[in-house]
């Protein structure tokens, strides 16, 4: 009888959340490498197949360099490209530079990332032949914590969940979107570490919104020859 409770329980969980909606899927390579005590530089490729699970029709290429301020501030910059496809097509292209500030505070073993950002974009589709630009900004509260370890290092199982929140100045409704986030990571060795996760996010626009559900899989590369090395995992962004 407890079985098919859980059965229902599960069945009504799941009809609730995607209802007519559905998967999409989210996969991403990152790369940070540590090429001096206070300078690293950061790449990321992202596919992101959202109308269909098995076929990417988004992607993004982009990366930076940030600056160990102290350990646990680090400022950076950062530029992109990105691109949305429908039908197989390119509709909307974007580029993309911001500016972003990254506050580590840390309890015991408990990690918390507080990271504001700035960004500026250009637009352009070509099926209209026309051009945008916006404004916005972005506030996620980062959760990690180590499950077998007390601080992430080779053969680490770690737990990572976020809430992120957009602001949009150049267009209406202000409040554009929100992110929330849980997930697994395991740090294989020196330089390699997989993550995995459910991504939600709500996008608000005059037009009506929309719920998107993400799995989200990352392989994350750390190149640091130091003697003090840390891992960063950057989770779904």
Known sequence: MKKIFLLLLFLGIHSSIFGQ???????????????????????????????????????????????NLTPNHKPFIGIGRYGNYKNHAMDKE??????????????????????????????????????????????????????????????????????????????????????VFGGLGYQIDENFGIASGYLWQREFAKSGNRNLHFLYLALNITIDDSDDKSYHFPGAD
Do not use: C
Request: aromatic share 18%; charged share 30%.
């Open 21 to 67: 909606e559905h998967l999409s899927s989210f996969s991403s390579l990152t790369i940070t490498y540590k090429i001096h005590p206070k300078f690293f530089i950061y790449g990321e490729g992202q596919l992101r197949g959202i109308e269909d699970y098995s076929y990417p029709d988004y992607y993004e290429i982009k990366g930076g360099l940030g600056y």
């Open 94 to 179: 974007e580029f993309r530079v911001w500016l972003q500030d990254v506050i580590d505070l840390k309890v015991n073993k408990f990690k918390f990332e507080n990271r504001l950002r700035a960004e500026k974009s250009w637009f352009y589709e070509p099926n209209k032949d026309q051009h945008s630009d916006r404004i916005r900004f972005r506030y996620r509260m980062n959760f990690s914590v180590p499950l077998n370890a007390e601080s992430v290092k080779p053969g680490t199982l770690f737990a990572n969940a976020y809430d992120e929140v957009f602001f949009v100045a150049t267009e209406k409704p202000l409040f554009a979107r929100n992110r």
